[in-house]
């Protein structure tokens, strides 16, 4: 009886060490994480993005990819050269990460990825201002932008983070700026996205 007492003790110490040690699996081979956030510029919006993670070396190397995509929408952002916006989807087919630090159910990586972007832009106005005409004369004029959906090409770079505080389930947040590749100038050159939110592995 002594004998099974230990061994039914023995059993229970190694799964409770077991558990913890599971649950702070860094890198896992695909995961999926839903965010919400803010988008900077042109003016604060609100932001919901989402991404597939897939792991394409061994974890301890930690390179992965997938796309990933975000909406920004509820923004109060200036006229000027008409770009307020009523929403963005900017969406990297690929985007890539690798972990530059990892343990206890930590993964630090750096982002980069391309895709594009679309905009929706309402119509609007600018002004009055004062121009100046090619003679000198100041005339005081206003500026009208007919309401619009463009799409970009982009660019991404930035940094994220998640901890698995159990087996499949972390909490997760990244830091990211996109940068268009055209010439559209109702688009910012630059923006930054914000989120943090929940993430789920295999």
């Not at 409770?16 to 699996?25: C, F, I, K, L, S």
């Not at 087919?93 to 990825?113: D, E, K, N, S």
Request: charged letters at 20%; a negative charge.
């Amino acid at each position: 009886m002594r004998a099974q007492l230990v061994g039914l003790a023995l059993v229970a110490a190694t799964s409770v060490v077991a558990g913890p040690a599971r649950a702070q699996t860094a890198v896992h081979p695909s995961s999926d994480a839903l965010y919400i956030g803010l988008r900077a510029e042109p003016g604060v919006a609100y932001l919901v993005a989402y991404d597939l993670d897939i792991l394409i070396t061994d974890a301890s190397t930690g390179i992965s990819l997938g796309p990933s995509v975000s909406i920004a929408f509820g923004g109060d952002s200036s006229t000027d050269l008409g770009r307020q916006q009523e929403y963005l989807i900017a969406a990297d087919f690929v985007r890539a990460r690798l972990t530059v630090g990892q343990g206890y159910g930590l993964r630090a990586m750096v982002l980069i990825g391309a895709g594009m972007y679309l905009v929706g832009l309402p119509e609007q106005e600018h002004g009055p201002h004062v121009a100046r005409l090619e003679d000198g004369t100041e005339v005081e004029v206003r500026e009208r932008y007919d309401a619009a959906l463009l799409p970009g090409a982009l660019l991404t770079g930035g940094v994220g983070g998640d901890w698995y505080f159990d087996t499949h389930w972390g909490i997760a947040a990244f830091l990211v700026g996109h940068v268009r590749l055209d010439d559209q100038n109702r688009m910012p050159a630059l923006w930054i996205e914000f989120g943090a939110g929940i993430r789920w592995g295999e």
